[in-house]
């Protein structure tokens, strides 16, 4: 008798939030698109190219001669877990398109320069915590700038690294 009482409450329960669901369902997807065509765009202007977290670790697995950039802010990130081999060079979230000092922890053009190496057509790798944090794509376009030919950004950072399951390493 209690059952048939809870029967159309739980109809009900089931019932109600579908179209909640079913309006997140297009919200979500209307927002995954705004962020696929940023991507896009940002590669784009760039001039670069992307990389999966898999094709990543497949390159660093082959042993491919490659500089990897993490372009998050040391104390806050880099310190605490970053991606095997990785070196440190802040970038700001947003388009920097002048040098500015300021948004790079007081390191000049010529620090990065210098961190890039002299060889121009080595691979050079950026990433930063997630899709939605462009710290990557300044870096990547940087590079582009100053004539690197292998450049590439690896979007989906830490989050996506973390979340393939592969190994980090942080700062003894």
């Not at 409450?9 to 109600?16: E, K, P, R, S």
């Not at 002048?98 to 121009?120: N, P, Q, S, V, Y």
């Amino acid at each position: 008798m209690k059952i048939r009482r809870l029967a159309p409450a739980l109809f009900f329960c089931f019932l109600l939030p579908a179209p909640a669901v079913a309006e997140s369902k297009f919200e979500l997807e209307t927002a995954r698109e705004t962020e696929a065509v940023r991507l896009s765009r940002d590669t784009q202007a760039g001039g670069y190219q992307l990389l999966t977290a898999a094709e990543l670790k497949k390159m660093i697995d082959e042993g491919t001669p490659m500089l990897l950039v993490d372009t998050m802010p040391y104390d806050a990130s880099y310190r605490k877990e970053h991606l095997p081999g990785a070196r440190q060079f802040l970038f700001p979230v947003a388009r920097m398109s002048a040098w500015d000092t300021k948004e790079t922890d007081g390191r000049t053009e010529a620090d990065f320069i210098a961190l890039l190496g002299a060889d121009k057509n080595k691979p050079v790798v950026f990433y930063c915590g997630f899709v939605k944090c462009t710290r990557s794509d300044n870096g990547a376009a940087w590079a582009r700038k100053l004539g690197y030919t292998q450049v590439y950004r690896f979007p989906g950072g830490l989050f996506s690294w973390k979340g393939a399951d592969f190994p980090l390493e942080a700062v003894p």
